[in-house]
């Protein structure tokens, strides 16, 4: 090709890799190329940015010589192999390599990695060709890749999203401080309408605020269940169940009892949340005070099973049952 065709680019200053840099990124990747991961084939570390002094070990691959080819740009064709997509190979083969160390029965077969490498990468490949930015980022989300995915929302919203895709974005970026106030005022305009009350319970979840959440989610599922629209109602449950609502809901409930300094209803709310050597150490502390009540069955009853005596326990248990309490 003429020189008038490309416009020549200044030489880049090459320096040498840190030993200790260079050893650990070999260590992680097997001194093995992590997209062909053939074994035994020479290799070089490769730099993402193509800046040969940025020595960032996020910035670092290890290749073999004919995966580094394809990262060139030949003939006029776009690149074969690019950042991104060693990225995904790079991070997918360092779990291999880490899982492959840790038990020789490796629970996923490398063929099945491979293929799930295949998807993200063809997939995110459409997405850039369409420049479909939100797409990208949702698609890395889902794979788990936190770097692209944080990459590709920052370029949706500086191409321009709605209300709603700005702060969903955020929202799983977990950067809802960055949502301008705005932004916020004007979806919670836009959902005003009854009929909208379980995107508004969404839009509740992904700000955390985990009452008015849950009260949108269970006024709009029991609107479903009336109408015998048991898919939707169903769906919109186990969307509710896996936001995580019911433990932010007893975590309000342990810090209302805290407030009421009400050790009952703490002990209860830790029990529910699972953090039974909290309830205990609890008890233990008002040992004292259960003691000392006069209406105490169901304290002393806490306490002998928190201090492991069961015959205590047992005798607490039938006063209990005398007095008609289960």
């Known amino acids: 090709m003429s020189s008038s065709t490309h416009t020549k680019q200044p030489k880049k200053n090459r320096t040498e890799i840190p030993r200790g840099v260079a050893a650990r990124v070999q260590f992680l990747s097997d001194r093995t190329c992590c997209v062909c991961r053939t074994s035994n084939k020479p290799i070089q570390i490769h730099h993402l940015d193509e800046n040969p002094s940025n020595h960032d070990e996020a910035n670092l691959s290890v290749l073999c010589l004919d995966c580094h ?5 030949k003939g006029g064709f776009g690149r074969k192999l690019d950042a991104e997509q060693i990225v995904l190979y790079r991070e997918d083969w360092y779990k291999s390599v880490k899982n492959t160390r840790a038990s020789d029965d490796d629970s996923r077969p490398e063929e099945e990695s491979l293929h799930d490498l295949t998807y993200a990468t063809t997939i995110a490949e459409i997405y850039r060709e369409a420049n479909d930015f939100e797409s990208l980022a949702r698609h890395y989300h889902v794979i788990g890749n936190a770097e692209l995915r944080d990459k590709y929302i920052e370029q949706a919203i500086t191409h321009g999203c709605d209300s709603e895709t700005v702060i969903y974005l955020r929202s799983i970026q ?5 949502i301008p106030k705005s ?5 919670a305009s836009e959902l005003e309408d009854p009929k909208l009350i379980l995107r508004r319970a969404r839009f509740h979840k992904q700000l955390n605020n985990s009452l008015e959440s849950a009260s949108d989610y269970i006024a709009g599922i029991a609107g479903h269940l009336v109408e015998r629209r048991y898919f939707t109602a169903a769906f919109y449950l186990k969307e509710l169940f896996e936001s995580g609502a019911v433990e932010r809901l007893f975590e309000q409930a342990l810090q209302d009892a805290e407030d009421r300094k009400d050790l009952w209803w703490q002990v209860r709310a830790l029990e529910e949340l699972e953090r039974y050597d909290d309830a205990r150490e609890l008890i233990l502390c008002h040992e004292n005070e259960i003691l000392n009540s006069e209406d105490n069955l169901l304290f002393r009853e806490l306490l002998a099973r928190a201090k492991g005596d069961r015959a205590e326990w047992l005798e607490a248990r039938k006063a209990l049952a005398r007095t008609g309490n289960r």
């Open 69 to 73: 080819d394809k990262t060139m740009i």
């Open 174 to 178: 977990q950067r809802i401080d960055l």
């Open 183 to 187: 932004v916020l005022l004007e979806r």
